[in-house]
């Protein structure tokens, strides 16, 4: 099975229309995807994010999608950010429209943006954020109230890493996710951005194999044209470190299908 479960539309930074993506999915013979445009944030409106308005239309354009293209299973998501406090609000949003799943992001500490510009992380301590960030990533996960996390070592983003070995953060955040039974993405995002690496590395993604944590794949498309781009290296990478199955989302109930 190849399955997409991460693409944006236009209404927040990406490109086009569900439909305009599952066009390119049917084209390259993806066998399911999964819409997850930005959610809105509880407390601010940002140009990244949907804003409490466009839900509806948002979950139109799904629907139009899935009536245009009914070969493909279209499913119906979002991407929520995840920052310490949202909790109330992220179950409101869950109880709005009978969403499919939902991929939990943390794209922010506190102010400073995980995965807004290099420049960013030029003037930081990176080891500490890369800390920081996984200790907010767990608490993520602790929350149950996503159903995948996204891009998981999203701190590599501009390359800037830290030079001890981090294995045993990966272990603690990893057994967090396995114990409140969170699956992770693997996104080929990341092989478009200056680390030119999947959404995890190999070695985080082979702990998360020994821990049994089950696994989304997506491409965190933008454009139409990103629609499962570069999965052949994701599946690869996957089969590597022991996978030989991928999620699925139903109305948040989740089945495992064969890679
Ligand atoms: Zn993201
Ligand atoms: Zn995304």
């Known amino acids: ?22 066009r390119v999915a049917v084209e390259r013979g993806l066998d399911e995807i999964g819409c997850s445009d930005h959610a809105p944030l509880a407390e601010r409106e940002t140009d990244w994010t949907m804003k409490k308005s466009d839900l509806e239309t948002y979950v139109n354009w799904v629907r139009e999608a899935q009536a245009k293209f009914p070969q493909l299973p279209i499913k119906l998501g979002l991407e929520v950010d995840y920052v310490p406090g949202c ?23 506190g102010e400073f943006p995980v995965d807004r510009s290099a420049k960013d992380w030029e003037t930081e301590n990176v080891e500490a954020r890369w800390r920081e960030y996984f200790e907010l990533w767990k608490k993520a996960a602790r929350t149950r109230l996503f159903d995948s996390l996204s891009h998981p070592d999203l701190p590599k983003k501009f390359n800037f890493r830290p030079t001890t070995d981090f294995t045993s953060v990966y272990d603690d955040a990893l057994g967090a996710v396995a114990e409140s039974d969170v699956a992770i993405e693997v996104s080929t995002a990341g092989l478009r951005k200056p680390c030119r690496e999947i959404y995890p590395s190999e070695p985080f993604l082979k702990i998360a194999r ?7 794949l997506g491409s965190d498309a933008h454009i139409p044209q990103d629609v499962g781009a570069e999965y052949g290296k994701a599946i690869a990478l996957a089969r590597s470190c022991g996978y030989d ?7 948040r109930k989740r089945d495992l299908v064969k890679l």
């Not at 909790?87 to 500490?109: C, I, N, T």
């Not at 020994?210 to 989304?216: A, G, H, Q, S």
């Not at 199955?245 to 109305?251: E, G, I, M, N, P």
């Open 1 to 22: 099975m190849l399955i997409d479960y991460h693409m944006h539309t236009e209404l927040t930074d990406g490109t086009g229309r569900p439909a305009d993506y599952a």
């Open 245 to 251: 199955k991928v999620c699925r989302f139903t109305l």
């Open 87 to 109: 909790e109330d609000w992220v179950r409101e949003l869950a109880a709005m429209y009978p969403w499919d799943f939902f991929l939990g992001s943390v794209h922010y500490l």
């Open 210 to 216: 020994r821990l049994n944590v089950p696994i989304t």
